[in-house]
């Protein structure tokens, strides 16, 4: 959700003001893979981080060429930071049984930027539209699981200036709180750190880096934009 955060008890130096807050989003950052076998059927769910359609087309032209004897290759992929683009295809199988249940596996975990396939090779037993659906979700689902994720988030920067008795204290406070540390310097007259701090939660992230200081720290924002957290989200079947 859009919307507008009062941040004037963040940057007194600024007086009022008001940042716009950008939704977060999640995607994919490494390969995973997992496979079922039912019913003498080899299902392999493959998960890829993706930046365009032509990512995509590369991969799943990859993926048919080095699994010359499967069935089918289905896959979903959504892409853009506010998940503007999202095409499933069911690759032959019977139509919604393939793709639109991967994708709903996208869409569970909330994912963009995202591509996830199944290869399919197909043991000569029809499993029948609503148990195949089923499984291919389930394939997805445990693929998604598998794999390591991240979030970016729409974030304050700002560089904060600490005089060297209180930088020990203010340092160790960033690593026990959600921020991203974008640059440090401990070489200077007044050392300074530049971190970047989750909008939603910048009052109270910042509010302690004063405590932390007793209000001897300068704090002041430079700009916004989105930063990579660690992301741990976990979605269950259909």
């Known amino acids: 959700m859009s919307g507008y955060v009062n941040v004037d008890t963040l940057y007194e130096e600024q007086g009022k003001e008001k940042v716009e807050i950008k939704n977060d989003y999640y995607s994919i950052e490494e390969t995973a893979m997992v ?15 993706v930046e365009s359609d032509d990512d995509v087309h590369k991969i799943i032209g990859n993926l048919k060429k080095s699994n010359k004897n499967a069935k089918h290759v289905a896959y979903a992929y959504v892409l853009g930071e506010k998940y503007s683009i999202a095409k499933n295809n069911d690759d032959g199988e019977p139509a919604g049984s393939a793709g639109a249940p991967i994708f709903e596996a996208l869409k569970q975990a909330n994912l963009t930027n995202s591509l996830v396939a199944v290869v399919r090779y197909f043991g000569g037993v029809e499993l029948g539209k609503s148990r195949l659906t089923r499984v291919y979700n389930a394939t997805a689902v445990g693929a998604i699981n598998e794999s390591k994720k991240f979030k970016m988030v729409f974030c304050n920067e700002v560089e904060i200036k600490v005089p060297y008795s209180n930088y020990g204290s203010v340092s160790k406070l960033f690593s026990d709180s959600s921020v991203h540390i974008i640059e440090q310097k401990n070489d200077e007259s007044m050392p300074f750190i530049k971190i970047a701090v989750p909008v939603k939660s910048s009052e109270k992230i910042l509010d302690n880096i004063r405590a932390k200081t007793r209000g001897a720290g300068i704090i002041s924002k430079y700009g916004t934009g989105f930063y990579k957290f660690e992301y741990k989200g976990i979605v269950s079947e259909k």
């Open 35 to 49: 496979e079922l076998d039912i019913k003498k059927s080899r299902f392999i769910g493959l998960t890829f981080h």
